[in-house]
């Protein structure tokens, strides 16, 4: 599905980026990774290089644009091109309700999490437009399109992630690049456990209709077809991956 293709993963050295990584390098793709923290990134692709496949890592700090600029540039320069992008970086909520969030709390995630995106999309799409065109996929998560309590800053950054992938979507005859999103449930990575630490599952577990939290495997698989030639009319859809969560 992803032969050849150079695709570039955001926060690919745990989690749903890893997965991604994994399963996109399976199936014939040279793989960017892309994380701030760099001791896990060069052992992870040096494992990916081990197994015969191909990869470079890069330190990028996501809230930083000349970083990831500088990225995108080392990408293309070491593989040629870039076909595709799975901009997966993020981090969770401070889990305080509105009116004891403080604005430094809002802004450090509103600043990786919707910033960041567009940071990543920006120089993602001019890259892409250079060879010809590609894809991007935002990872947005369910609360893109929901509510929650004492969640604001996260819930506003990814709803922020669905609009910024609508609107670019539109903007496919100037750029030639696709992009959609995946809205993933509650998925079980380390951002999970430092949620576990102070709440309660049992109430999330309740909203997935399918009796279990998602695993990474599942958003990277979505991830992967939207990226892929087999979604060559997709664009613009933000697709939930989420157990039925939604649907409740």
Known sequence: MLKDKTIMITGAASGIGKAAASLFAERGASIVLADRDRQAGERFSTELVSRGYRSLYCEVDIASEDDVRAAVDKAVEHFGKLDGAFNNAGIGTVNRSVIELTNDEFTSVVDVNLRGT??????????????????????????????????????????????LTRAASVEFPETNVRVNAVLPGVTITPMLDEFINSNSLEPLLIRHSMGRFGQPEDVAKAAGWLLSADASFINGVCLPVDGGYSAR
């Open 118 to 163: 567009f940071f990543c999309m920006k120089w993602q799409a001019r890259a892409m437009r250079q060879s010809g065109g590609g894809a991007i996929v935002n990872n947005a998560s369910v609360m893109g399109v929901m509510g929650r309590a004492n969640a604001a800053e996260y819930v506003s950054s990814k709803h922020g992630v669905v609009g």
